[in-house]
């Protein structure tokens, strides 16, 4: 006895084609589906907390280098009052008044013609802004102040330091830097 095998096209019908992929390998299941979607979620997971490590330690950097900036400036000030080239303002110990006057400029004194008025000398091409705060208000202490002070006196900049109440990466706050 022959047999008769019918083809699948000839019960599909006339117009339509056989698809090269079976019904099962169509698409995506869905265990497949959550498996890439679990994956992608851990790889996010450890993402997030490692770009955050990088920002804190990206803003102590530039931290350290604004301190360092303005720090050399006031030291620059007060070297030059020491050697007599600017003028000492009363109750300053040869410290700025402010932070704005190392960007404005204080003029030199000319001890050849004795006028103070010849020439003007910055120490900072602007005032840094504080990374951690995110503004251009910095902490100051005077020489009158106490090294932990944080309040000014009012007198003269000493130091300076950020009004950030977060603490470092060390466990040291901001403040003390």
Known sequence: MMGVTISSRAVEGPGRRENPRSRREAGLTLIELIVAFTILLILTTMAVPMARHQIIRQREKDLRNDL?????AIDKYKDMTDEGKIK??????????????????VPLLN?????????KIRFLRRIPTDPMTGTKEWGMRSMQDTPDSNTWGGQDVFDVYTKSLEKGSDGTPYSQW
């Open 68 to 72: 360092r900036e303005i720090r050399a």
């Open 88 to 105: 000492v303002e009363n109750d300053t110990y040869g410290y700025p008044k402010t932070l704005q006057s190392l960007v404005d400029g």
């Open 111 to 119: 001890k050849l013609s004795g006028s103070g008025d010849t020439a």
